[in-house]
């Protein structure tokens, strides 16, 4: 008797994990318009996060893997989310009055990998007396893993500044 109740609950155990691994493997895919809107609010999110300074919002848009790389000019490469976010806390902890107004001018959205340029004019009120502007465009790479989009390339590149000589 002993050795049915035995097997009777191990049924019971398997026959319970296999409902839940089914019922994992059958959360709903997103359609590619799904994931495409999915994929435009992540990246508007991360945008506005830069905006307003706001760094909680800022790291929920970049991956858990800890993969993200920084690319900008005059400064070397950096490779994680810990070294991204320390980069945005110096620059936000400084006393400046600074803008940054973006606007996307593309994307590339697949499966598994986005991209998205992004036009980024950053201005100050004044640097050395005078106003000052930088026209940037950067590239953004996301990742999507289980059906949530994540930031983790940002490559820019400036394209004019106030500061240029003519």
């Known amino acids: 008797m002993k050795n049915v109740l035995i097997r009777i609950y191990f049924t019971i155990a398997v026959i319970g994990f296999?409902?839940?691994?089914?019922n994992d493997a059958k959360k709903e895919v997103p359609t590619q318009q799904e994931s495409e809107a999915l994929f435009m609010?992540?990246?508007?999110?991360?945008l506005q996060a830069v905006s307003n300074k706001d760094i909680k919002a800022l790291k929920?848009?970049?991956?858990s893997s800890g993969n993200m790389q920084l690319?900008?000019?005059q400064s070397e490469?950096?490779?994680?989310?810990d070294a991204f976010i320390k980069y945005h806390e110096e620059w936000f902890a400084l006393p400046i009055n600074w803008t940054f107004e973006t606007k996307i001018l593309n994307t590339t959205i697949g499966k598994e990998i986005g991209i998205a340029i992004v036009e980024i004019i950053y201005k100050e009120?004044?640097?050395?007396?005078?106003?000052y502007f930088n026209r940037m465009v950067v590239s953004y790479a996301l990742q999507c893993i289980d059906n949530k989009w994540y930031v983790i390339k940002d490559h820019a590149s400036s394209i004019e500044k106030s500061t240029d000589s003519n």
């Open 18 to 22: 296999l409902v839940l691994a089914c």
């Open 41 to 46: 609010l992540t990246m508007q999110k991360h």
């Open 60 to 63: 929920s848009t970049l991956s």
């Open 71 to 73: 690319i900008l000019p």
């Open 77 to 81: 490469i950096t490779n994680t989310v």
């Open 125 to 131: 009120p004044e640097r050395n007396g005078k106003p």
